[in-house]
């Protein structure tokens, strides 16, 4: 449900949310090809010039089958921003990632306040991947100036199980994503996979506490660090179907 919102259905894809304000999406059971699910805002110079972001979306009780893609997606389109995003209480099985952050160089806006919390992953091949060279243009006129500002993505209590890298992170050169942090995290690493590097890093920053396996150089243990989760209530928190009868 949604208040405000430019939908798009993806012909694999559960819903693509495009520039939607006061989304709320919950109790879903979802096999998909593609994205579970996907938000957007515009791509390139068309989403930097219409520069009206999905914001203050709830995801809530999600279980999602995605063998080839992610069980939640932010972006790659994503130039007229992306913001209070919170995600929580999600299950992922078979599925390629769980939430992933995906942008280029021409994309401009920003993905910033993203909370994430309780999930519960089974056979992923990245709990955590963030792409910085997504690279896919509509056309060639975008500006390789508009860089995109990645910043404030917070995981915590997260499990997963049978993975095969516990993390992708790839920023852009002159350009990191900031402001990560992640928290109370059990990653079992597939018995095939436990002598490969877990954790591939670059142009990224932020802090981790009580992490397993342990995190990258760039992502340095915080003894305390509680990543943070919002206490307050989204206005779309607040509305509720009614039964009706004829």
């Not at 012909?11 to 304000?21: G, I, L, P, R």
């Not at 390789?144 to 500002?149: D, S």
Request: include cysteine.
């Amino acid at each position: 449900m949604s208040d405000v919102c430019i939908n798009e259905r993806g012909k694999n894809e559960f819903e693509k949310q495009d520039s939607c304000t006061n989304t709320r999406i919950e109790d879903c059971y979802i096999v998909s090809g593609d994205d579970c699910i996907s938000a957007k805002s515009g791509w390139d110079e068309y989403g930097i010039k219409f520069g009206r972001p999905t914001q203050h979306l709830v995801i809530r009780r999600v279980t999602c089958i995605s063998p080839d893609s992610a069980m939640v997606a932010l972006g790659s389109e994503m130039s007229g921003g992306i913001e209070d995003v919170r995600v929580e209480d999600l299950t992922a099985i078979n599925t390629e990632s769980a939430v992933r952050i995906k942008t280029a160089v021409g994309r401009g806006g920003f993905v910033k306040n993203i909370f994430v919390r309780g999930l519960n992953l089974n056979t992923m091949k990245y709990v955590f991947w963030m792409t910085g060279s997504y690279g896919q243009h509509p056309d060639s006129h975008y500006d390789p100036k508009a860089l995109p500002t990645i910043t404030g993505i917070n995981f915590k209590d997260v499990v997963a199980k049978n993975v095969t890298y516990s993390a992708k992170l790839e920023g852009i050169s002159n350009d990191p994503f900031t402001g990560i942090c992640i928290s109370n995290v059990t990653i079992e690493v597939s018995a095939l996979k436990k002598k490969k590097l877990q954790w591939n890093c670059t142009d990224v920053a932020g802090v981790t506490n009580n992490v397993t396996p342990p995190p990258c150089a760039l992502l340095p243990q915080k003894d305390k660090t509680d990543c943070a989760f919002p206490n307050d209530k989204l206005p779309i928190e607040a509305v509720q179907f009614k039964t009706c009868s004829l």
